[in-house]
C-alpha cells in the first residue's frame, strides 16, 4: 500500500511539474507561442513579447533579427501599453509588486524606488546570457532576458546582455514606472523613465 501511495504521489507531483512547463499561449496575430508561467496567483510570460505592431515605435537591438527572437522587441510606453494581445495586458506597477511580495520583498521595500529587494531579482534572472557571470536562478522561471533598450535621447541602443527594463502601465509624475535587472546585482530596480525609451514588455494575463 505504501509503495502504491508513493507512486501516485510522484506522478501527481510530475504531472504538475509538466503541466507548468508545458503551458504556453498562441497568439493569434501572428501565431507566434509563448510560454507562461503561473506565479502565485498571476500568470505571466515567461518570454518577452515579439508582436510587430502596424503602429508605434518599437525596436529590435541594433535592427537585427536575431535579437528578436531571443529578446523580443523594445517597444516605446504608448506602443507597449497597447501591445499585448486580447486576454492580456501590459501590468501596472502595482501587478509588478505582487509579484515582488510573492517572491518574498519585505512590505515597506515595495513602495521604494531603484534598488529593493536585495537577492530577489535573481529569482526572476535567466539562468545565462548575462554579462560577467551575472546569471541568475530564475527559481521563479520568469526568465528575464538583459534585452537592453532604446535611449530616448538620442535613440541609442544600450546595455544588451548588461540589463533588462520592462515597462509598467502607471504614469509616474510626468513619466512612467517600470522595472530594471543588472547583471552586476539582484536587485528588483523600480525606477521613473521618458515614454520614449523602448524596453522589454512582459504580458499578464487578465484575470
Known sequence: MKTYSIIVILFFFTSVILAQENNAFTDARD?????????????FMAENLCFK????????????????????????????NKVCPMG??????????????????????????????EKLGAKIKSQKGWYDNGNGDNSSNFNALPAGAVLFYDQSFQFLTEKAYFWTSTPADIDFWARTLSYDDTYFGRSQFNKSNCMSVRCLKNE
Do not use: C, F, V
Not at 31 to 43: E, M
Not at 90 to 103: A, I
Open 31 to 43: 501565431a507566434k507561442t509563448y510560454k507562461t508561467i503561473q506565479i502565485g496567483t498571476q500568470t
Open 53 to 80: 505592431p502596424g503602429k508605434g515605435t518599437y525596436h529590435a537591438y541594433e535592427d537585427e533579427q536575431k535579437n528578436i527572437q531571443i529578446y523580443g522587441y523594445l517597444y516605446d510606453w504608448e506602443t507597449a
Open 88 to 117: 492580456w495586458h501590459l501590468p501596472s506597477d502595482y501587478e509588478w509588486k505582487t509579484l515582488e511580495l510573492y517572491l518574498g520583498m519585505p512590505q515597506e521595500e515595495a513602495d521604494l524606488s531603484r534598488k529593493r529587494g
